[in-house]
Protein backbone atom coordinates (compact mmCIF):
# COMPACT_ATOMS: atom_id res chain seq x y z
CA UNK A 1 0.00 0.00 0.00
CA UNK A 2 1.54 2.90 -0.91
CA UNK A 3 1.72 6.84 1.15
CA UNK A 4 0.55 9.32 0.40
CA UNK A 5 1.07 13.04 1.69
CA UNK A 6 -1.31 15.94 3.62
CA UNK A 7 -2.14 18.88 3.06
CA UNK A 8 -0.18 20.29 5.24
CA UNK A 9 2.95 18.68 3.71
CA UNK A 10 1.68 19.87 0.71
CA UNK A 11 1.66 23.35 2.17
CA UNK A 12 5.02 22.97 3.99
CA UNK A 13 6.97 21.94 0.84
CA UNK A 14 5.36 24.83 -1.43
CA UNK A 15 5.51 27.48 1.54
CA UNK A 16 9.95 25.92 1.81
CA UNK A 17 10.02 26.29 -2.10
CA UNK A 18 8.86 29.15 -2.50
CA UNK A 19 11.09 31.18 0.45
CA UNK A 20 13.78 29.46 -1.32
CA UNK A 21 13.21 30.96 -4.58
CA UNK A 22 12.45 34.52 -2.50
CA UNK A 23 15.65 34.47 -0.76
CA UNK A 24 17.65 33.23 -3.25
CA UNK A 25 16.77 34.43 -6.71
CA UNK A 26 16.38 31.23 -8.22
CA UNK A 27 14.32 28.15 -9.46
CA UNK A 28 13.07 25.56 -7.59
CA UNK A 29 11.82 22.63 -9.58
CA UNK A 30 11.49 20.13 -6.92
CA UNK A 31 11.82 20.12 -2.96
CA UNK A 32 12.44 17.76 -0.22
CA UNK A 33 10.66 18.06 3.64
CA UNK A 34 10.75 15.82 6.61
CA UNK A 35 6.98 14.28 8.19
CA UNK A 36 6.63 14.87 11.54
CA UNK A 37 6.48 10.74 10.74
CA UNK A 38 10.02 11.04 9.74
CA UNK A 39 9.35 9.79 6.56
CA UNK A 40 10.84 12.43 3.47
CA UNK A 41 8.71 14.26 0.95
CA UNK A 42 9.84 14.87 -2.31
CA UNK A 43 6.79 17.29 -3.81
CA UNK A 44 7.52 18.75 -7.60
CA UNK A 45 6.80 22.67 -7.72
CA UNK A 46 4.35 23.77 -10.31
CA UNK A 47 2.96 26.59 -11.35
CA UNK A 48 5.77 29.22 -10.12
CA UNK A 49 5.25 32.56 -10.16
CA UNK A 50 7.30 35.38 -8.99
CA UNK A 51 7.75 39.40 -8.45
CA UNK A 52 10.22 41.13 -6.56
CA UNK A 53 8.79 41.03 -3.19
CA UNK A 54 6.83 37.61 -3.02
CA UNK A 55 7.08 34.26 -4.87
CA UNK A 56 3.89 31.59 -5.10
CA UNK A 57 4.49 28.01 -6.28
CA UNK A 58 2.34 25.13 -5.53
CA UNK A 59 1.98 21.80 -4.68
CA UNK A 60 -0.44 18.65 -5.82
CA UNK A 61 -1.80 16.76 -3.38
CA UNK A 62 -1.21 13.14 -3.71
CA UNK A 63 -3.36 10.88 -1.19
CA UNK A 64 -1.55 7.69 -1.97
CA UNK A 65 -3.50 4.43 -2.01
CA UNK A 66 -6.49 6.05 0.72
CA UNK A 67 -7.08 9.00 -1.40
CA UNK A 68 -10.38 11.54 -0.70
CA UNK A 69 -11.93 14.53 -1.78
CA UNK A 70 -8.61 16.78 -1.77
CA UNK A 71 -6.67 14.61 -3.81
CA UNK A 72 -5.41 16.28 -7.18
CA UNK A 73 -5.86 19.63 -5.48
CA UNK A 74 -3.36 22.12 -6.07
CA UNK A 75 -2.40 23.75 -2.59
CA UNK A 76 -0.65 27.18 -2.89
CA UNK A 77 2.18 28.85 -0.77
CA UNK A 78 2.92 32.44 -1.47
CA UNK A 79 6.22 34.40 0.90
CA UNK A 80 6.77 37.44 0.48
CA UNK A 81 8.63 39.93 2.83
CA UNK A 82 6.88 41.03 6.02
CA UNK A 83 7.18 45.06 6.25
CA UNK A 84 8.43 47.51 4.47
CA UNK A 85 12.23 47.20 4.95
CA UNK A 86 13.38 44.06 4.13
CA UNK A 87 16.80 44.37 4.70
CA UNK A 88 15.80 44.81 8.57
CA UNK A 89 18.28 42.61 11.11
CA UNK A 90 16.93 40.87 13.96
CA UNK A 91 17.69 38.57 16.05
CA UNK A 92 16.37 35.34 14.58
CA UNK A 93 13.42 35.46 11.58
CA UNK A 94 10.18 34.80 12.08
CA UNK A 95 7.27 33.62 9.70
CA UNK A 96 3.26 34.42 10.13
CA UNK A 97 1.28 32.16 8.16
CA UNK A 98 -2.19 33.05 7.10
CA UNK A 99 -4.82 31.32 4.66
CA UNK A 100 -6.03 32.72 1.59
CA UNK A 101 -8.57 31.89 -1.21
CA UNK A 102 -10.00 28.32 -0.68
CA UNK A 103 -8.63 27.75 2.64
CA UNK A 104 -11.24 27.96 5.41
CA UNK A 105 -11.61 30.08 8.57
CA UNK A 106 -12.75 29.28 11.80
CA UNK A 107 -16.54 30.48 13.08
CA UNK A 108 -17.11 28.65 16.44
CA UNK A 109 -15.33 27.71 18.75
CA UNK A 110 -13.68 23.86 19.86
CA UNK A 111 -11.65 23.30 16.86
CA UNK A 112 -7.90 23.46 16.83
CA UNK A 113 -7.74 27.00 16.01
CA UNK A 114 -9.40 29.83 17.60
CA UNK A 115 -12.37 31.62 16.19
CA UNK A 116 -10.70 33.73 13.47
CA UNK A 117 -8.16 31.76 12.68
CA UNK A 118 -7.07 30.20 9.03
CA UNK A 119 -8.10 26.63 9.46
CA UNK A 120 -4.58 25.50 9.43
CA UNK A 121 -4.09 23.47 12.19
CA UNK A 122 -1.33 23.93 14.25
CA UNK A 123 0.91 20.38 13.06
CA UNK A 124 0.88 21.97 9.64
CA UNK A 125 1.61 25.07 11.12
CA UNK A 126 4.84 23.95 13.18
CA UNK A 127 5.82 22.17 9.68
CA UNK A 128 5.61 25.01 7.47
CA UNK A 129 7.18 27.49 10.09
CA UNK A 130 9.87 24.92 10.17
CA UNK A 131 10.69 24.48 6.78
CA UNK A 132 10.64 28.49 6.06
CA UNK A 133 13.02 29.05 9.03
CA UNK A 134 16.03 26.19 7.35
CA UNK A 135 15.88 28.47 4.20
CA UNK A 136 16.22 31.16 6.41
CA UNK A 137 19.20 30.11 7.53
CA UNK A 138 20.82 28.23 4.71
CA UNK A 139 20.58 31.76 3.60
CA UNK A 140 21.69 33.75 6.22
CA UNK A 141 18.39 35.58 6.30
CA UNK A 142 17.41 37.47 9.67
CA UNK A 143 14.02 39.66 8.84
CA UNK A 144 10.12 38.30 8.77
CA UNK A 145 8.22 36.47 6.24
CA UNK A 146 4.70 36.42 5.56
CA UNK A 147 3.21 32.85 4.33
CA UNK A 148 0.01 32.76 2.54
CA UNK A 149 -1.72 29.61 2.18
CA UNK A 150 -4.32 29.25 -0.99
CA UNK A 151 -6.31 26.03 -2.63
CA UNK A 152 -7.88 27.46 -5.69
CA UNK A 153 -10.52 24.65 -5.64
CA UNK A 154 -11.17 24.34 -1.80
CA UNK A 155 -14.56 26.57 -1.67
CA UNK A 156 -15.88 23.84 -3.97
CA UNK A 157 -14.16 20.78 -2.40
CA UNK A 158 -15.35 22.09 1.08
CA UNK A 159 -18.66 21.38 0.58
CA UNK A 160 -17.77 17.58 0.29
CA UNK A 161 -16.23 17.74 3.96
CA UNK A 162 -17.53 18.21 7.31
CA UNK A 163 -15.91 21.85 7.63
CA UNK A 164 -20.07 24.11 6.93
CA UNK A 165 -20.83 21.44 9.76
CA UNK A 166 -18.02 22.52 12.03
CA UNK A 167 -18.36 26.17 11.42
CA UNK A 168 -15.25 26.24 8.98
CA UNK A 169 -16.03 28.40 6.36
CA UNK A 170 -14.84 29.56 2.46
CA UNK A 171 -12.50 26.47 1.84
CA UNK A 172 -10.65 23.26 2.98
CA UNK A 173 -8.26 22.89 6.28
CA UNK A 174 -4.98 22.18 6.17
CA UNK A 175 -4.49 19.09 8.79
CA UNK A 176 -2.51 16.44 9.07
CA UNK A 177 -0.74 15.23 12.20
CA UNK A 178 1.77 12.65 11.01
CA UNK A 179 2.38 14.44 7.47
CA UNK A 180 1.59 11.31 5.82
CA UNK A 181 -1.97 9.65 4.68
CA UNK A 182 -1.71 6.09 5.19
CA UNK A 183 -3.86 3.65 3.57
CA UNK A 184 -6.60 3.39 6.46
CA UNK A 185 -9.27 6.33 7.24
CA UNK A 186 -10.16 4.16 10.70
CA UNK A 187 -8.23 6.93 12.66
CA UNK A 188 -9.51 10.01 10.09
CA UNK A 189 -13.17 9.11 11.01
CA UNK A 190 -11.93 8.57 15.09
CA UNK A 191 -10.33 11.84 14.89
CA UNK A 192 -13.41 13.74 13.04
CA UNK A 193 -15.68 12.30 16.09
CA UNK A 194 -13.26 13.86 18.73
CA UNK A 195 -13.32 17.45 16.76
CA UNK A 196 -17.21 17.14 16.68
CA UNK A 197 -17.73 16.34 20.36
CA UNK A 198 -14.92 18.67 21.21
CA UNK A 199 -16.96 21.30 19.66
CA UNK A 200 -19.46 20.90 21.56
CA UNK A 201 -17.99 20.50 24.66
CA UNK A 202 -16.54 23.96 23.87
CA UNK A 203 -20.32 25.63 23.26
CA UNK A 204 -20.93 24.92 26.87
CA UNK A 205 -23.28 21.64 26.26
CA UNK A 206 -23.06 18.57 28.54
CA UNK A 207 -25.11 16.39 26.60
CA UNK A 208 -25.19 15.39 23.69
CA UNK A 209 -27.20 13.25 20.04
CA UNK A 210 -25.46 10.58 18.29
CA UNK A 211 -26.14 8.67 15.52
CA UNK A 212 -24.15 6.06 13.33
CA UNK A 213 -25.07 8.28 9.97
CA UNK A 214 -27.40 9.64 7.53
CA UNK A 215 -30.16 7.75 7.87
CA UNK A 216 -30.28 8.19 12.31
CA UNK A 217 -30.86 12.02 11.68
CA UNK A 218 -33.46 11.64 9.05
CA UNK A 219 -35.49 9.26 11.24
CA UNK A 220 -35.18 11.52 14.15
CA UNK A 221 -36.27 14.79 12.09
CA UNK A 222 -39.67 12.64 10.50
CA UNK A 223 -40.59 11.27 13.57
CA UNK A 224 -40.00 13.44 15.99
CA UNK A 225 -39.17 17.25 13.97
CA UNK A 226 -35.78 17.41 15.58
CA UNK A 227 -32.98 18.29 13.19
CA UNK A 228 -30.19 16.87 14.22
CA UNK A 229 -27.65 19.30 12.77
CA UNK A 230 -25.56 19.36 15.72
CA UNK A 231 -25.54 15.79 16.90
CA UNK A 232 -22.29 13.84 15.76
CA UNK A 233 -21.94 10.78 13.80
CA UNK A 234 -20.02 8.25 15.24
CA UNK A 235 -20.21 5.67 12.49
CA UNK A 236 -18.74 2.37 13.35
CA UNK A 237 -17.63 3.46 16.65
CA UNK A 238 -19.96 2.99 19.19
CA UNK A 239 -17.74 2.22 22.35
CA UNK A 240 -14.78 4.83 21.26
CA UNK A 241 -17.36 7.22 21.12
CA UNK A 242 -18.72 7.16 24.22
CA UNK A 243 -15.35 6.86 25.77
CA UNK A 244 -14.61 10.51 24.00
CA UNK A 245 -17.86 11.43 25.55
CA UNK A 246 -17.11 10.67 29.20
CA UNK A 247 -13.33 11.62 28.55
CA UNK A 248 -15.03 15.16 27.65
CA UNK A 249 -17.09 15.65 30.69
CA UNK A 250 -20.46 15.04 29.12
CA UNK A 251 -22.94 14.28 31.55
CA UNK A 252 -25.83 13.11 29.23
CA UNK A 253 -25.99 11.32 25.84
CA UNK A 254 -28.77 10.20 23.52
CA UNK A 255 -27.61 7.48 20.92
CA UNK A 256 -29.96 6.98 18.02
CA UNK A 257 -29.55 4.17 15.32
CA UNK A 258 -30.72 1.39 13.28
CA UNK A 259 -31.41 -1.95 14.40
CA UNK A 260 -28.73 -3.68 12.20
CA UNK A 261 -26.10 -2.07 13.93
CA UNK A 262 -28.08 -1.26 17.63
CA UNK A 263 -28.78 -4.93 17.87
CA UNK A 264 -25.14 -5.73 18.11
CA UNK A 265 -24.29 -3.34 20.98
CA UNK A 266 -27.25 -5.52 22.38
CA UNK A 267 -24.01 -8.42 22.36
CA UNK A 268 -21.96 -6.28 24.10
CA UNK A 269 -20.23 -5.41 20.31
CA UNK A 270 -18.78 -1.69 20.29
CA UNK A 271 -17.78 -1.74 16.95
CA UNK A 272 -20.73 -2.36 14.82
CA UNK A 273 -18.53 -2.80 11.50
CA UNK A 274 -18.84 -6.29 9.95
CA UNK A 275 -15.62 -7.49 10.04
CA UNK A 276 -15.38 -6.77 13.60
CA UNK A 277 -18.76 -9.47 14.44
CA UNK A 278 -22.33 -10.13 13.03
CA UNK A 279 -24.46 -12.08 15.60
CA UNK A 280 -27.46 -10.15 14.40
CA UNK A 281 -29.83 -12.95 13.69
CA UNK A 282 -28.76 -14.97 16.74
CA UNK A 283 -28.73 -11.63 19.55
CA UNK A 284 -32.60 -11.70 17.12
CA UNK A 285 -33.12 -15.53 17.28
CA UNK A 286 -32.28 -15.76 21.36
CA UNK A 287 -34.85 -12.88 22.28
CA UNK A 288 -37.22 -14.59 20.02
CA UNK A 289 -36.67 -17.73 21.84
CA UNK A 290 -36.91 -16.03 25.49
CA UNK A 291 -40.23 -14.56 24.19
CA UNK A 292 -41.83 -17.79 23.24
CA UNK A 293 -41.35 -17.21 19.44
CA UNK A 294 -41.93 -20.83 17.88
CA UNK A 295 -38.75 -22.62 16.80
CA UNK A 296 -39.87 -22.88 13.23
CA UNK A 297 -40.08 -19.16 13.00
CA UNK A 298 -36.95 -18.49 15.11
CA UNK A 299 -34.87 -20.80 12.31
CA UNK A 300 -36.68 -18.63 9.54
CA UNK A 301 -35.06 -15.69 11.92
CA UNK A 302 -31.86 -17.45 11.31
CA UNK A 303 -31.70 -17.39 7.57
CA UNK A 304 -32.20 -14.04 7.55
CA UNK A 305 -30.21 -11.66 5.58
CA UNK A 306 -31.24 -8.45 6.97
CA UNK A 307 -32.98 -7.10 10.40
CA UNK A 308 -36.13 -5.70 8.61
CA UNK A 309 -36.68 -8.84 7.52
CA UNK A 310 -36.52 -10.21 11.05
CA UNK A 311 -38.49 -7.71 12.17
CA UNK A 312 -41.28 -8.32 9.89
CA UNK A 313 -41.56 -11.87 10.98
CA UNK A 314 -41.43 -11.07 14.54
CA UNK A 315 -44.10 -8.85 13.44
CA UNK A 316 -46.21 -11.56 12.06
CA UNK A 317 -46.04 -13.50 15.15
CA UNK A 318 -47.24 -10.97 17.44
CA UNK A 319 -44.00 -10.78 19.16
CA UNK A 320 -42.50 -7.52 17.69
CA UNK A 321 -42.83 -5.43 20.90
CA UNK A 322 -41.61 -8.28 23.29
CA UNK A 323 -38.50 -9.19 21.62
CA UNK A 324 -37.47 -5.29 20.37
CA UNK A 325 -37.82 -4.37 24.35
CA UNK A 326 -35.58 -6.95 25.54
CA UNK A 327 -33.30 -6.07 22.87
CA UNK A 328 -33.29 -2.23 24.04
CA UNK A 329 -32.89 -3.82 27.63
CA UNK A 330 -29.49 -5.59 26.92
CA UNK A 331 -28.60 -2.61 24.62
CA UNK A 332 -28.69 -0.38 27.24
CA UNK A 333 -26.88 -2.38 29.38
CA UNK A 334 -23.87 -2.27 27.15
CA UNK A 335 -23.79 1.26 26.46
CA UNK A 336 -24.24 2.13 30.31
CA UNK A 337 -21.38 -0.52 30.90
CA UNK A 338 -19.11 1.21 28.52
CA UNK A 339 -20.07 4.53 30.06
CA UNK A 340 -19.42 3.04 33.97
CA UNK A 341 -21.31 5.34 35.35
CA UNK A 342 -19.93 8.16 34.26
CA UNK A 343 -22.36 9.58 31.94
CA UNK A 344 -26.57 8.61 31.08
CA UNK A 345 -26.95 7.27 28.03
CA UNK A 346 -30.13 6.88 26.19
CA UNK A 347 -31.42 4.87 23.35
CA UNK A 348 -33.86 4.67 20.65
CA UNK A 349 -33.91 2.11 17.92
CA UNK A 350 -35.81 2.37 14.81
CA UNK A 351 -36.39 0.08 11.30
CA UNK A 352 -36.66 1.70 8.12
CA UNK A 353 -39.76 -0.37 7.28
CA UNK A 354 -41.62 -0.54 10.81
CA UNK A 355 -39.75 2.85 12.44
CA UNK A 356 -39.58 3.21 16.12
CA UNK A 357 -39.16 -0.15 17.39
CA UNK A 358 -38.12 0.44 20.97
CA UNK A 359 -36.73 3.43 23.50
CA UNK A 360 -35.21 3.98 26.80
CA UNK A 361 -37.27 4.83 29.51
CA UNK A 362 -36.36 8.13 30.22
CA UNK A 363 -35.80 8.85 26.41
CA UNK A 364 -38.13 11.51 26.82
CA UNK A 365 -36.43 13.88 28.73
CA UNK A 366 -34.15 14.66 25.86
CA UNK A 367 -37.38 16.18 23.83
CA UNK A 368 -37.18 18.70 25.74
CA UNK A 369 -33.57 19.36 25.72
CA UNK A 370 -33.59 19.06 22.16
CA UNK A 371 -36.53 21.23 21.32
CA UNK A 372 -34.67 24.38 23.44
CA UNK A 373 -31.64 24.03 21.42
CA UNK A 374 -33.36 24.98 18.35
CA UNK A 375 -35.21 28.05 20.08
CA UNK A 376 -34.41 31.28 18.26
Known sequence: ???????????????????????SGRNKTSITIETPKGITFTAKILDIRRSEHEVSCAVEKDGGDDPDITTGALIYAKVSFEGEDILTKQASPEVFIDGGIGVGRV???GL????????????????ITKEVLQVCKLLDYQGNLNVEIMVPDGIQLAEQTFNPRLGIIGGISILGTSGIVEPMSNQAILDTIRVELKQRRAQGYDHVAVSPGNYGLDFM??????????????SNFVGATIDMAVELGFQKMLFTGHIGKLIKVAGGIMNTHSREGDCRMELLAAFAIQNGVETEQVCRILECVTTEEAVRILKECGKQKQVMDQAMERICYYLDKRANGKMKIDCIMYSNEFGELAKSKEVFEWFTLLVQEQEP
Open 112 to 127: DQPVGNAAINHVPREM
Open 1 to 23: MRYGFTTGSCAAAAAKAAAYMLL
Open 221 to 234: KKTYGYDLDKSVKC
Open 107 to 109: TKP
